[in-house]
């Protein structure tokens, strides 16, 4: 079976700070993972995927095959980042279905 | 735009009513999605469709059912609500090919009392 946990539910830093958002996986194939972001009164949008290795809004993640982890980072966290945010995991190749974690509730303070 | 609509975007009911919630979509996508979201749970998924004529159960579909009535619809029913099942609806849709994202529509806030 495959789970995602994100342990913190909550989440606050400062405007500037860095943040890590931790995200593990329980997965016995091949792993495809993702992040999804959620802004107040918007709908739940794509924010990265670890296969595309890229920086959205500063923010990056790495898959930790190791560690069964894809933590999300941003060096300089800002006021817009503000949302909730979840991990999502996916069994590579054609099937799409995603279990998500519980997802982590960023407030970036000023 | 292309799109994924649902509706309605909210929803009040009471139990052991029949409630139907839509979803529409203009991205041509093969794959439609339902999930549910509860405070401290996530999204959990209810029932997919690959296709048309293909319809999966997801980790929580007890007390659901889905009708793919084209590549553009997908439809939940409630048949007979109950309180547990007020939450928040989403439909998703991907594309057929692999590593294609999930599309979200704005949610249904349905509440049984």
């Known amino acids: 079976a495959q789970r995602v946990t994100q342990p913190e539910k909550l989440l606050s830093v400062f405007k500037g700070a860095p943040v890590e958002l931790k995200c593990n996986y329980s997965?016995?194939?091949?792993?495809?993972l993702f992040w999804y972001v959620q802004y107040s009164r918007q709908r739940l949008q794509l924010l990265l995927r670890?296969?595309s290795r890229e920086s959205i809004k500063g923010f990056t993640a790495d898959l930790n095959k190791g560690e069964t982890s894809f933590h999300l980072k941003k060096p300089f966290a800002q006021e817009e980042d503000s949302a909730m945010y979840y991990c999502a995991l996916g069994p590579s190749g054609s099937a799409r279905q995603l279990t998500f974690g519980s997802g982590t509730q960023l407030t970036v303070l000023p | 735009d292309a799109d994924v609509t649902q509706t309605p975007r909210n929803r009040i009911t009471k139990t052991g009513k029949r409630i139907m919630l839509e979803c529409s979509q203009t991205?041509?996508?093969?794959?439609m999605y339902w999930y549910r979201q509860d405070p401290g749970l996530g999204l959990r998924l209810i029932y997919y469709s690959f296709d048309v004529k293909d319809i999966n159960k997801g980790e929580i579909s007890d007390g659901y059912s889905v009708s793919r009535q084209a590549q553009a619809k997908f439809s939940l029913s409630l048949e007979s609500a109950i309180p547990n099942q007020t939450a928040l609806y989403f439909c998703?849709?991907?594309?057929?090919?692999?590593?294609?994202?999930?599309?979200f529509g704005d949610g249904t806030r349905l509440s049984i009392l």
């Open positions: 991205k041509g996508h093969d794959r």
């Open positions: 670890h296969i």
């Open positions: 998703a849709t991907s594309g057929g090919s692999s590593n294609q994202p999930q599309h």
């Open positions: 997965y016995s194939g091949s792993p495809e």
